[in-house]
């Protein structure tokens, strides 16, 4: 959760950029592919990297996840060892693939909280060759929190806003959605059989973008790309994020690019009010009483942006609103599905015209 951040303190990166200063408390038939590049005011569809084959396509992925499922579940640190671990899964001419890589937790909420942590997986180049895992590194896998058809909701319903998210910018990760079984390894016991997804290593993505990831904290708004700011921040104002902070690199990811700004980009979607979990609380310093509250916390230093990134939601809400009718979206409960299109409706209202987003959203900005 986020909290009261500083108005000054250490150089964000001292040889780099400025002053610190606080920032964000911070009925379609067929699969929309939401890997599709969109239009972006800092990343060019040049320096825009391949595809790793994994994060080539959205349709979901049947695969096989085998550890020490008790070991794994014990380890609710953050700093607990990799664990030996394989994925297994069948290939497009019915081949059975399994790959040796190694597993941890990880995470804050979810790993003192859930049944089964987050983890992420480490794969090796050696063993990916010629796999759909190829060239995939580091990335980090969704898991049910607990083992219910609710609980498995929140988790498509996160999936889809990293969907939306990639409509708006290539800034941003990609994911693959998984039908994941769990088997222990210890009994050879299937565990559970959840959806589940992959999303893309920050690293790797920086590198996609023709970047490095930032890794110390600190980051003023002037610091940030205006363009992609703008969208990262009315994207997460959609959706009702307010679980994240560029100051502290909290959900949030900054990848510097030679010679340009630094591109903000935001993650970890299962505390906004379009998920609405019921472990999701607002941070208290905010005036709102439920994440299905929307709080704007975009900045005015990029307040020329906002219109701009206003419109791009505009153009795109149709296609947005097909994610929810397409293959991935009738995986999830016909309610969850009319709840969240009713609360992207209010957004939409609010956004409806120039004038309209002026007043109800743009005037709120932080940082006057």
């Known amino acids: 959760m986020i909290g009261l951040e500083p108005t000054a303190g250490a150089a964000f990166a001292q040889p780099v950029v400025g002053a610190i200063m606080a920032v964000a408390l911070a009925g379609a038939p067929v699969l929309v592919e939401a890997q599709v590049q969109a239009p972006d005011s800092a990343v060019s569809r040049d320096s825009v990297r391949a595809t790793p084959p994994l994060f080539a396509r959205a349709t979901p992925l049947a695969g096989t996840f085998t550890t020490n499922i008790r070991q ?15 994925l297994e899964y069948v290939d497009s001419v019915g081949r059975t693939v399994t790959i040796p890589l190694r597993a941890k937790t990880h995470g804050i909420w979810r790993l003192k909280h859930c049944d089964f942590p987050p983890v992420r997986l480490d794969f090796s180049g050696k063993t990916t060759r010629e796999t759909l895992f190829q060239h995939v590194n580091r990335p980090k896998l969704v898991n049910f929190c607990h083992d219910s058809d609710q609980y498995e909701q929140y988790v498509l319903a996160e999936f889809q806003l990293y969907r939306i998210y990639q409509l708006l910018t290539p800034s941003s990760h990609r994911v693959r959605l998984l039908r994941m079984t769990y088997r222990d390894s210890a009994s050879g016991r299937q565990h559970a059989q959840r959806y589940a997804f992959l999303i893309e290593d920050p690293d790797q993505m920086a590198e996609r973008l023709g970047g490095q990831l930032v890794r ?48 903000p980009i935001v993650y970890d979607f299962d505390f906004t009010g379009a998920v609405d979990a019921p472990y999701a609380t607002p941070d208290p310093h905010l005036r709102i009483s439920s994440v299905r509250e929307r709080s704007f916390r975009g900045f005015c230093a990029h307040r020329d942006q906002f219109p701009t990134a206003a419109q791009l939601l505009r153009d795109r809400k149709e296609v947005i609103y097909a994610l929810y009718h397409d293959e991935i979206g009738k995986l999830m409960d016909e309610r969850v599905v009319r709840a969240t299109l009713h609360y992207f409706d209010d957004f939409y209202y609010a956004i409806a015209t120039p004038g309209r987003a002026q007043q109800d959203v743009f005037s709120n900005c932080l940082g006057r």
Do not use: C
């Not at 014990?74 to 394989?86: E, G, N, Q, V, Y």
């Not at 009702?240 to 902070?245: E, L, P």
């Open 72 to 86: 794994l579940r014990r380890d609710r640190d953050d700093k607990s060892p990799w664990r030996a671990a394989t």
């Open 216 to 263: 110390q904290k600190g980051a003023v708004p002037s610091d940030l790309e205006a363009g992609t700011a703008a969208i990262a921040l009315l994207f997460q104002y959609m959706i009702g994020g307010t679980d994240f902070s560029f100051y502290a690199l909290h959900n949030t990811e900054i990848v510097s690019q030679p010679g340009a700004e630094y591109l």
